[in-house]
């Protein structure tokens, strides 16, 4: 590992926020954080854009930013009087946890820590480290440059692609979803999970009481946490063909309950993702994810009830179909769908449509200038199945033609080719904090007993 005296970090959110943080604790070298909106500094667009009804997916216990110091949050929570080890807090509470934990960094790093309000738009790498250009036509020089984009925004869908104006929406966090709207429009999210649920809450929060129509292929919601019985995990790995893990998971579901037969998974998930073949790999992705999401990234119980009282009431519908056609028609949206099963197709009128899709993973599509710059110089590259930025198990980029690069690293969500699990704060933050003590040496240190 080569000696890195000073880290430039391209983007702000969780990720690279975490990971400045981080670097800043393992060791004494300088850090550049370069975010192009300092209003989402240390928030990203998970915390950056939540509203005072998006709730945490998973309880305050497990969400610590820090894997060293489980407790880091609750003790956060408790001294604020925002909540306890039980809590689903709130993902406002949460960004304002994440900018105090920078601040703090940020005063005891002193001048090691800048921050850099612009926007990295293109990098060379030579032997004697990285050069980042800027859009204010400013030049950053490092050792090593980490890549942190977050989640990109979701693609347009085909029908939806000639859209502009009120009638379409490609932001499902936007605070004005229901202005102009009467309780007598309907409105159609493109897609049923994690982000259609914030936006029918926010929708509901902001008094639209007309009626909501979510549409996925397979018409899936995220189920809810529960408690669930007291059981034994499995201790080791689990073995063989994705059918088998299939069949497993059933089997362990019936005798300790679903939620369990999930959950005894994540500490083997990345190491089940990278033993499989690319064939399984994409046959997962084609068949199983979707059924995979809903039952391993579940919801709160407050939010689950909320979803279903607006079911009952009729003004919440989770419909399973494709969508064929759009047209404009008379000031509101003409959607043809087909329902799954059915042949013959069906005409929605919407007076507005909110792309709900989920983040954007194939790489050959962002309009992120960085990231086009360097996949179009082969410093990057798609992952094999085309769901995020090819890396190896450091956080290595992998460039055009299979090397990697020892200067140029990426982390967070758009790593998941490689690891699969790595959307979720539990997920992320081991792999920040792993980085961040192989970057500064201090693995090593520990490994020699100094």
């Not at 800048?114 to 400013?138: F, H, M, Q, W, Y």
């Not at 020892?406 to 792999?431: C, K, N, Y």
Request: proline share 6%.
């Amino acid at each position: 590992m080569m000696k890195v005296d000073h880290a430039a970090i391209v983007g702000g959110g969780f990720s690279g926020t975490l990971l400045a943080i981080n670097l800043l604790r393992h060791g004494a070298l300088r850090v550049t954080l370069i975010e192009r909106d300092l209003g989402r500094l240390g928030r990203g667009l998970a915390y950056g854009a939540a509203q005072a009804e998006h709730i945490l997916n998973v309880r305050a216990a497990n969400m610590s930013a820090l894997p060293d110091q489980p407790g880091h949050f609750v003790d956060w929570l408790m001294q604020h009087g925002l909540g306890q080890e039980s809590s689903f807090a709130t993902r406002r509470d949460y960004g304002a946890y994440l900018c105090a934990m920078l601040e703090d960094a940020r005063l005891l790093a002193g001048d090691r820590l800048t921050v850099l309000s612009d926007e990295a738009i293109n990098l060379a790498i030579d032997p004697g480290g990285v050069r980042l250009l800027l859009g204010s036509g400013k030049m950053v020089a490092a050792d090593s440059v980490i890549i942190a984009p977050g989640n990109l925004p979701p693609h347009t869908l085909p029908a939806f692609a000639d859209f502009h104006g009120p009638a379409y929406a490609d932001d499902p966090w936007a605070a004005d979803l229901a202005e102009g709207l009467t309780d007598t429009d309907s409105i159609l999210l493109l897609g049923s999970g994690l982000t259609a649920v914030d936006c029918a809450l926010s929708l509901d929060s902001a008094g639209f009481r007309g009626r909501i129509i979510a549409l996925s292929r397979r018409g899936l919601a995220p189920q809810s946490h529960a408690p669930a019985p007291p059981f034994a995990p499995c201790q080791e790995r689990p073995q063989g063909s994705l059918s088998r893990l299939v069949h497993r998971v059933r089997r362990r579901a019936d005798e300790t309950g679903w939620r369990n037969a999930i959950d005894e998974l994540r500490p083997f998930t990345p190491d089940m993702w990278r033993a499989a073949s690319h064939a399984e790999r994409g046959r997962f992705l084609r068949h199983l994810r979707p059924y995979w999401d809903v039952h391993r990234h579940r919801i709160a119980p407050p939010v689950a009830s909320r979803l279903k009282a607006m079911q009952a009431k009729g003004r919440l519908d989770i419909r399973a179909a494709k969508v064929l056609a759009a047209a404009l028609q008379n000031g509101a949206v003409a959607v043809d769908i087909r329902d799954r099963g059915q042949d013959g197709a069906k005409r929605l009128t919407v007076a507005r449509v909110v792309n709900c899709t989920g983040p954007l993973g194939d790489l050959r599509r962002t309009t992120d200038p960085l990231l086009r710059n360097l996949f179009a110089q082969g410093l990057i590259r798609p992952d094999q199945l085309a769901i995020g930025i090819d890396v190896d198990r450091q956080c290595h980029a992998i460039a055009r033609g299979g090397s990697a690069q020892s200067r140029l690293f990426v982390v967070g969500p758009m790593t998941r080719g490689a690891h699969w699990e790595i959307v979720a704060v539990p997920d992320i933050r081991r792999q920040v904090w792993a980085l961040a003590r192989q970057i500064t040496g201090a693995h090593w240190v520990e490994a020699e007993g100094l």
